[in-house]
């Protein structure tokens, strides 16, 4: 069941924030003012697509009585919902409408159970070095089409969904080899795929910065706990944001921002540590940690900016990731980039990929996530780039698999023109 899309909104809204989460109880929400509008339910990339989801002003402020300790939860169709926070950005009363659908999936989840499946796809840090180590081996695993159907048999992963391959060495060995210099130093949080699955771009970052006569350094860091959230295991989120927390704090009180790669380890840095999982300390790092392109765009504005860059000649469209969206910062990537020379960047007119972080690998959401991403693929078409670039890995595997062509991140782009 498919229905008309709606034009993407124009500008972000600013968010109500809750209260601070008491010990053993969820935050407090602003359901009430809900107006029941439903213009949340005309962006809902998931309710557009299929009945199943009721859509989120039903599964937010419509349900609140299922948040109810002693109430049953609501139906499973709350974990249907992708988490894009595009409701979020559209409500005209400031609702908290994409937490308070994360609350009620926990809380049904909580009540039924998770399945293996989901701890497997939201601990790849755990296994991550590993699968580095042995990348040959467990890449050909990953992509036997035997092995595919036993994890859909066994695991309800859709063996449709390509699997993300490791790379032989890691982006912090790499690292440790490199000797970083610059007038001035900054810290990097890479994240879990980039350290892994897509080291270039931890590499890309690193270069740019140094470019730009920056030193770089790592704090200590583990995953930013978003898939754990993304999939209602709020104590696995918040195991994660309270090693993070205190490195990232000492980091920055030592005289050093913090930049991010991935927009959604940069939301859930700068969002949910403080706004949902109230941990100590997450509104001092928020202050001090930004996006890659943020942090190069506020360099141009300080004219410290190294704008020697090397003519491109291609022609690329952007997905702007919808927690990039969400940030509130505009689109960074593309104010940069429409500085180099001979490159040509459109942005693609599609508001979700359809991908979720986790929510696209699943048996039972593969096809949901499909339909989501047809009008990003058919935009796409239309435009019939050389390269496609965006920010969020989760979004750079949907457009992979929907379109076959080559995905980047951007600051690939940029270091290339760099070089």
Not at 181 to 192: D, I, L, P, S
Not at 239 to 263: C, E, H, W
Not at 329 to 344: D, F, M, Q, V, W
Request: net charge positive; glycine share 8%.
């Amino acid at each position: 069941m498919r229905f008309a899309t709606p034009a993407s909104p124009l500008e972000v809204k600013s968010r109500k924030i809750p209260s601070a989460m008491e010990k053993k109880s969820w935050p407090k929400n602003n359901s009430d003012v809900c107006i029941r509008c439903a213009t949340c339910m005309a962006i809902c990339p998931v309710s557009r697509v299929t009945p199943k989801f009721p859509g989120p002003k039903q599964a937010g402020p419509g349900s609140e009585r299922f948040r109810r300790p002693n109430e049953p939860s609501v139906d499973g169709w709350i974990d249907l919902c992708i988490g894009c926070h595009l409701c979020d950005m559209v409500c005209s009363s400031g609702v908290n409408i994409s937490e308070l659908n994360l609350i009620a999936k926990a809380k049904y989840l909580d009540e039924r159970g998770r399945p293996f499946r989901d701890w497997l796809l939201t601990h790849s840090t755990l296994y991550g070095s590993l699968g580095s180590l042995f990348s040959p081996f467990v890449n050909y695993l990953l992509r036997n089409s035997i092995i595919k159907r036993i994890a859909e048999a066994v695991l309800r992963i859709d063996r449709r969904r390509e699997l993300p391959g490791y790379e032989s060495s890691t982006f912090k060995q790499w690292f440790k080899k490199r000797h970083s210099e610059g007038t001035r130093k900054v810290a990097y949080f890479y994240g879990c795929y980039t350290n892994a699955n897509e080291v270039d771009v931890g590499k890309a970052t690193v270069q740019v910065l140094e470019a730009n006569g920056l030193e770089v350094i790592l704090p200590p860091q583990r995953c930013c706990g978003i898939p754990m959230l993304g999939n209602g295991d709020f104590k696995g989120a918040e195991k994660m944001a309270r090693y993070n927390v205190p490195s990232l704090l000492q980091t920055i009180r030592s005289g050093f921002d913090i930049i991010f790669s991935s927009t959604s380890c940069g939301h859930m840095i700068k969002h949910e540590y403080s706004h949902l999982l109230s941990i100590p300390g997450a509104d001092e790092v928020a202050q001090h940690i930004f996006d890659i392109f943020e942090f190069l765009r506020n360099l141009k504005e300080s004219n410290g900016l190294n704008t020697r860059f090397k003519e491109l000649s291609l022609k690329a469209a952007y997905f702007a990731p919808c927690h990039l969206r969400a940030l509130g910062i505009g689109l960074p990537a593309l104010e940069i980039l429409r500085l180099i020379p001979g490159l040509k960047i459109d942005p693609i007119e599609a508001d979700c990929c359809g991908m979720g972080g986790t929510f696209g690998f699943k048996k039972e959401k593969y096809e949901i996530s499909e339909e989501i991403g047809r009008d990003l693929a058919e935009a796409v078409d239309r435009l019939k780039p050389d390269i496609i670039l965006s920010d969020c890995e989760g979004c750079r595997m949907q457009i992979r698999h929907l379109t076959g062509l080559k995905v980047l991140h951007p600051i690939q782009i940029l270091r290339d023109a760099l070089s």
